[in-house]
């Protein structure tokens, strides 16, 4: 059973089942729950990635590429690779609970799970997450998330010093890469080319 993560303090819930595992990391997927007016991260991009998310209950209200979308029970969001989007549960007095998912499912679901152990351990908001090893999780995953509205060779020179002070200071320590990105070229494993950061 994977751990959930619940930040209290901000009225957030996500809880990743084992679709990851079941489906040999085609889909990874679980159950988020916002509280009334809650936002969810500001705006952001997969890159490679399809994002869905279908509302069990309440209201969501997305912005997709400058276009706001409302679902309700029942109904889903997808978000096609690249394109920007956040949102916002759209009750001022109902929790919003929506399935969501990833294909593939790549190495979204161990950032979340990474900065939100770390945000549990800090208060249980975002906002308390540890800036350097936070900073080394987004250059390490510059290929598959990038922030909208920021120049992507900013966000690389931003996040690729905080990186590197990550490394010097041992910050870096207190993130265990998955395999995929453990790598620092690319390498061939029976047979099969596999591409790394």
């Known amino acids: 059973m994977k751990k959930a993560i619940d930040l209290h303090k901000i009225g957030e819930k996500l809880e990743f089942n084992d679709a990851r595992e079941q489906t040999n990391g085609q889909r990874s997927e679980g159950i988020m729950t916002f509280a009334p007016g809650k936002k969810g991260p500001g705006a952001h991009k997969h890159m490679l990635q399809t994002e869905g998310f279908e509302v069990i209950s309440g209201q969501m209200v997305a912005m ?113 890469l998955p395999e995929s990105l453990s790598q620092s070229h690319q390498s061939v494993r029976q047979g099969q080319v596999i591409t790394v950061n």
């Open 64 to 176: 997709v590429n400058g276009k706001e979308v409302v679902a309700h029970a029942g109904e889903t969001i997808l978000v096609q690779p690249g394109e920007s989007h956040s949102f916002v549960n759209g009750s001022a007095t109902e929790p919003l609970v929506a399935k969501f998912w990833y294909e593939p499912a790549l190495n979204i679901e161990w950032m979340l799970q990474t900065m939100g152990d770390d945000a549990m351990k800090n208060g249980g908001d975002w906002e308390k997450v540890s800036l350097l090893p936070a900073m080394y999780m987004f250059y390490k995953l510059r290929r598959e998330y990038r922030f909208a509205g920021m120049p992507y060779w900013l966000q690389d020179v931003i996040f690729g010093i905080g990186a590197g002070i990550a490394k010097m200071t041992g910050a870096a320590k207190k993130v265990p």
